[in-house]
């Protein structure tokens, strides 16, 4: 796992110059890569490359990036894994090529060098994401993985330079860099609690989509296009998995996952450096541990951390799974001290807006692992594949309350509360209030009902599933102008004839790169520690897709197969217990230890200064969730994680 970085100019600069902007902008992302850090430039072409290695495979010099094709023609700089590459190796070897070293990113090389770009990624199984350099036809590669488990930034400078990097904070060294805020991205921001890909902060800059190859060819300079193509999509194994649906019994299905999610397992286990695994005591972290306890004659390192406040505090529960597994278990239980010392940090580890707050555990359990182990295994990707999230039934609940008013009605109804404020909402709905209260409906009448008007334009039940999982905003929203959904959600074209499927697959594009493994990513690189997703094998990805809903949920189960699996290995009683999440308690912190924080971002006269934010919409969340009339702590949030990325970096 490392840092990535890369430029090509048309400005002429010289030898000394490209090396030394070359070396700024990795040296940004020495976090990523403690262990090594190298730099090649093409003067003539005017391209720099940069990197920053933590050692994982092969820990010699062999290993050391930017790496050049044997024949000359390739030069890379590679940030993830490729574990099938020995498998690769002897293929390549027989076909007649020769490895100096034993990493992965020759045997990379040599695959292009064989294949060709797009053949050789169809081949690899793994995380990864890398830039190419093709010194022969003057084009640059940049190639993402399937799910976007590791991060790839793009973009353009103020003049005219090509960017690219692991992290914004690398593109933000080069000298021309000056890009605008994007207020479109801001206002889906504050929707979503993460900016959705292609989006970025900046308006210049995007995202390489999860599956895409970009190509650049450098006299297309001058008039900033790239080609991009994907060259494997969750969509389309979806669409594939629903025209070949699974026909085997129950137990056929639980011992498919086995192999498959166990293969998994055990292909990420090979490194040269201590490996272990997050243990949260959930099921995806309990089976990954299980799976990867069967593969090993001693025990393995598992890590958890635990809370003071009881309501977040899974550590027993996984103490005692790891105690019946076997595992050699370390815990740390933070205080709220401990967590809050982390907050000024975040802009630096995340250097664009991104507000979930399970940001901060992540954090403090990666710091922990670090200091025992350089990989961590993790359970990520249960819940998309295996239908674990609560709003999935709760969005079906809602979808077929809403369906049965006519569309002429909702119509009028969804004009109607859009159009009014949510005063006099609060005075029409009164009579409301406690039809409300016992349904759950959170805060103010009036912005229940305002949420219903959301709810109602919604006739697709892709933007359905949009709103009624984004963040409640006031009306108008946050950002002068703008508001809206994630184009996924509004674009996108997947089947719906099975709902809790097309929530999965909307999960697996927007929510699980642009949040989860954004977040997993960041918090772990942070001290320079490798996450691995055994979850997200493609393979995995590709069984799950052939599941029907009641293998995934079934009377009231959810993740009804993944439970089979773990089952094998853990009694039923360590795991039937309910989920807490992974979240930090930031409603009651606002309202106390950090309150002197948030107000000082949160002043009028800032907000109205800084001109991005609707002053009044800002001050009306913070004042009620003071005075304790609504719990505002996501949006709020998401606006605070937004104001300190401004004080850092704007």
């Not at 720099?48 to 023609?73: E, K, T, Y």
């Not at 190419?132 to 976007?148: A, E, F, M, Q, S």
């Not at 109205?608 to 002053?615: A, C, F, N």
Request: hydrophobic residues 40%; neutral net charge.
């Amino acid at each position: 796992m490392c840092g990535i970085v890369g430029c090509i100019t048309a400005h002429g600069l010289h030898l000394p110059e490209l090396e030394d902007i070359a070396g700024r902008m990795t040296a940004a992302l020495v976090h990523r890569g403690p262990d090594d850090e190298g730099v090649w430039v093409d003067t003539k072409a005017g391209v720099s490359l940069g990197h920053r290695r933590l050692a994982i495979l092969d820990l010699s010099p062999f290993g050391h990036q930017p790496m050049v094709s044997a024949d000359g023609r390739y030069v890379i700089v590679y940030n993830g894994e490729v574990y099938n590459f020995r498998g690769l190796q002897r293929e390549l070897e027989d076909l007649g090529h020769g490895f100096r070293g034993g990493s992965d990113t020759e045997v990379i090389l040599a695959a292009v060098v064989q294949w060709g770009v797009e053949a050789a990624v169809q081949r690899f199984v793994g995380m990864f994401a890398f830039g190419l350099w093709d010194r022969i036809d003057r084009k640059l590669y940049l190639v993402r993985d399937r799910l976007g488990i590791k991060p790839l930034y793009y973009g353009w400078s103020s003049d005219g330079t090509f960017l690219f990097g692991s992290e914004l904070k690398a593109l933000r060294t080069w000298p021309g860099f000056d890009n605008p805020v994007d207020l479109e991205a801001l206002a889906l921001f504050f929707r979503h609690n993460y900016i959705p890909a292609p989006y970025t902060i900046y308006k210049h800059v995007q995202k390489l989509l999860q599956g895409n190859i970009l190509v650049l060819k450098q006299p297309n300079m001058a008039d900033r296009e790239v080609e991009l193509t994907s060259y494997w999509s969750v969509e389309d194994v979806w669409k594939q998995g629903a025209w070949a649906p699974w026909r085997g019994t129950d137990k056929d299905a639980a011992d498919a996952l086995v192999e498959t999610l166990g293969e998994a397992v055990r292909m990420r286990l090979v490194a040269d450096v201590p490996v272990g695994a997050f243990l949260s005591g959930g099921i995806d972290s309990s089976t990954v541990a299980a799976l990867m306890q069967a593969s090993n004659t001693k025990p393995v390192r598992t890590f958890t951390i635990g809370f003071t406040e009881s309501k977040y505090d899974e550590a027993p529960k996984a103490k005692a799974v790891a105690k019946h597994l076997g595992t050699d278990h370390t815990e740390l239980y933070v205080a709220p001290s401990d967590a809050m010392e982390l907050v000024p940090k975040i802009p630096t580890l995340w250097d664009e807006p991104f507000a979930d707050s399970s940001q901060i555990p992540t954090c403090l359990v990666s710091r922990m692992t670090r200091d025992y182990v350089t990989v961590a295994l993790s359970g990520d990707g249960g819940d998309e594949l295996f239908s674990g999230y609560t709003r999935y039934p709760e969005t079906l609940r809602l979808w077929k309350i809403a369906n049965k008013v006519p569309r002429p009605i909702r119509r009028a109804a969804a004009s109607t509360l859009h159009m009014l404020s949510p005063d006099i909402l609060d005075i029409i709905g009164r009579p409301l209030r406690p039809m409300f209260r016992r349904l759950g409906a959170p805060g103010p009448t009036g912005r229940v009902l305002h949420r219903m008007g959301e709810l109602l334009s919604a006739y697709k039940f892709q933007a359905f599933y949009g709103w009624a999982n984004s963040h409640q905003l006031p009306p108008g929203g946050l950002v002068p102008g703008r508001d809206g959904l994630a184009p996924a959600f509004i674009e996108s074209s997947i089947p719906t004839k099975d709902l809790c499927s097309a929530m999965s697959l909307l999960d697996l594009i927007t929510y699980l790169p642009d949040d989860i493994l954004t977040k997993v990513d960041r918090a772990s690189m942070a001290v320079g520690l490798e996450a691995r997703v055994p979850v997200l094998d493609h393979r995995v990805v590709a069984l799950a897709a052939r599941l029907p809903s009641d293998l995934k949920a079934r009377n009231g189960k959810r993740k009804w197969l993944l439970r089979q699996v773990l089952y094998r290995y853990v009694p039923r009683e360590l795991i039937e217990r309910p989920k807490m999440g992974f979240g930090a308690p930031i409603g009651q912190w606002l309202q106390g230890p950090l309150c002197g924080w948030a107000e000082n971002l949160l002043a009028e006269d800032r907000l109205r200064r800084e001109g991005y934010l609707i002053p009044k919409a800002v001050r009306c969340l913070w004042t009620e969730h003071l005075g304790g009339r609504c719990n505002h702590q996501y949006v709020l949030w998401n606006i605070l994680m937004f104001q300190a990325w401004l004080e850092k970096w704007g």
